[in-house]
C-alpha cells in the first residue's frame, strides 16, 4: 500500500517559512528544499497522525478535515527539523506537544475531532435482552443469568430464568 499524505510540501512551507525548508532538508547546498527529504517528512507526519487515530477516524474523512491536515503538516514538520538533529523552535515544539496532548485525548474518548464522524466500534457485543415471541405484544425480557441488574433503558421488562430453548 502506498503510503498516505495528509499534507504537502506548499502547507509545510506556509507553515515554517521557505528558509527553513531549504535549511532543514537541503543536502547538496543547491539552495531549494530537498523534495525526497520533505516527502519523507510528510509521510512520517502523516504516519504519525494516522497510528495516533487509528479506528477512531477513517482514512477519507480524516483527508477532509481542515484540522488533522494542519496536525498532519505540523507534525511533518517536526519530523523535518529532527531529521538532521537540527533545534526545534520552541513554538513547533509546543505545536507538536499539544497534537500529542490531544491525540491522547481523543483516544482516551475525551476529545473528538470537529466535523468529522468517528469510525463505528469494531469490537464484538453481546446483549441479554430477546423478544418473547410467545406473548402478543412481545415483551421485552431479560436472560437473568447473563444481566448485571441494571436497567439502561426505559423499556419496561422484566426477568426471567432461561430454561433453555423456547417451544
Known amino acids: 500500500m502506498p503510503p498516505i499524505a495528509l499534507t504537502t510540501a506548499a502547507r509545510m512551507q506556509r507553515e515554517i517559512g521557505a528558509q527553513a525548508m531549504i535549511d532543514w532538508s537541503d543536502h547538496d547546498d543547491e539552495n531549494e528544499y530537498d523534495e525526497d527529504v520533505v516527502n519523507d517528512a510528510i509521510y512520517e507526519g502523516s504516519e504519525e497522525l494516522l497510528f495516533g487515530l487509528n479506528g477512531i477516524y477513517s482514512v477519507t474523512s480524516l483527508l477532509t478535515s481542515e484540522l488533522a491536515q494542519k496536525w498532519a503538516t505540523q507534525l511533518a514538520c517536526c519530523s523535518l527539523c529532527n531529521n538532521r538533529g537540527n533545534e526545534m523552535p520552541a513554538s513547533l515544539e509546543k505545536k507538536c506537544e499539544q497534537i500529542m496532548e490531544n491525540l491522547k485525548k481523543i483516544r482516551e474518548g475525551n476529545a473528538t475531532i ?12 453481546a446483549t441479554n435482552v430477546v423478544i418473547d415471541r410467545r406473548f402478543r405484544d412481545r415483551t421485552v425480557r431479560v436472560r437473568k443469568r447473563s444481566s448485571t441488574g441494571e436497567q439502561g433503558s426505559a423499556l419496561g421488562r422484566d426477568f426471567f430464568e432461561d430454561q433453555g430453548e423456547w417451544s
Open 114 to 125: 470537529p466535523g468529522i464522524a468517528a469510525q463505528g466500534n469494531a469490537i464484538a457485543t
